[in-house]
């Protein structure tokens, strides 16, 4: 039905706005001349036309209220979706890093990198970062 009255919405949205471009603007329009009687005079088509432009704009503001309030029915009484939902257990808390340990695992520890743990020798001369040669 939802879908149904969707489609009649559609039809009705596009009947509106051919109406309203069909009319006789000030200038002038699409409605030109013809005989002063009859449906399609000046006279008669714009009656015509202004009350198929109000009988479509009644019938588009009634079905758009018809399907708010479907549209509010349908979605109602859903249950939330969990699918997504993350645990609330707590996290241990990162190990932070220490830069100056020269470990070459930036996550290990001194536990499992024995080599930060141990001093740099007294008689080693650190490298030039940019040529990497020994310092003099």
Not at 2 to 18: C, D, M, P, W
Not at 29 to 52: C, E, I
Request: aromatic fraction near 2%.
């Amino acid at each position: 039905m939802f879908l149904f009255l969707t489609v009649v919405q559609a039809l009705v949205a596009a009947l509106l706005v051919g109406v309203i471009l069909v009319q006789k603007s000030e200038g002038g329009g699409l409605g030109v001349g013809g005989s002063p009687s009859g449906l399609m005079s000046a006279r008669g088509a714009a009656n015509f036309l202004t009350r198929a432009t109000s009988v479509l704009a009644t019938l588009f503001v009634v079905l758009s209220i018809v399907l708010a309030a479907m549209a509010v029915n349908e979605t109602t009484g859903r249950d939330i979706d969990t699918s997504l939902e993350r645990s609330t257990a707590p996290v241990a808390p990162a190990q932070p890093v220490d830069p100056l340990a020269g470990s070459a695992n930036p996550g290990a520890t001194p536990a499992t990198n024995p080599a930060a743990t141990q001093p740099a020798p007294a008689d080693s001369v650190p490298a030039d970062p940019l040529s990497g040669a020994a310092k003099q």
